[in-house]
Nanobody
Framework: QVQLVESGGGLVQPGDSLRLSCAASGLTSSNYAMGWFRQAPVKEREFVAAINWSGYSTPYPDSVKGRFTISRDNAKNTVYLQMNSLKPEDTAVYYC?????????????????WGQGTQVTVSS
């Protein structure tokens, strides 16, 4: 049984940084894409970042480009999201996911396993 557990969310002020972690268990290998999505109240789920086994990441959306960085530690089956220069519009529940394929993608329908989400709130 595959399980994903996110951590690292919290309440921060604009301009602060956070690092989210997502630990995966129950996977038979590391050769798959992993991604981060987020969802704010009354908004659709939004792609944030995705990465393949060797560390290649897809282009980031403009909303986070230059501020967020995805990385992974295959030995620990963990993916990270470093978030810098946080803005109030980054407030959302952040979800990590395991992709169905090796190639990372921004399409949420190509991810089979999802974590429970971690809340990130950016407010002064």
């Amino acid at each position: 049984q595959v399980q994903l557990v996110e951590s690292g969310g919290g309440l921060v002020q604009p301009g602060d940084s956070l690092r989210l972690s997502c630990a995966a268990s129950g996977l038979t290998s590391s050769n798959y894409a992993m991604g981060w999505f987020r969802q704010a109240p009354v908004k659709e789920r939004e792609f944030v970042a995705a990465i393949n086994w060797s560390g290649y990441s897809t282009p980031y959306p403009d909303s986070v480009k230059g501020r967020f960085t995805i990385s992974r530690d295959n030995a620990k089956n963990t993916v990270y999201l470093q978030m810098n220069s946080l803005k109030p519009e980054d407030t959302a529940v952040y979800y990590c996911a395991v992709g169905r394929y090796r190639i990372p993608t921004n399409r949420y329908d190509r991810y089979d396993y999802w974590g429970q989400g971690t809340q990130v709130t950016v407010s002064s």
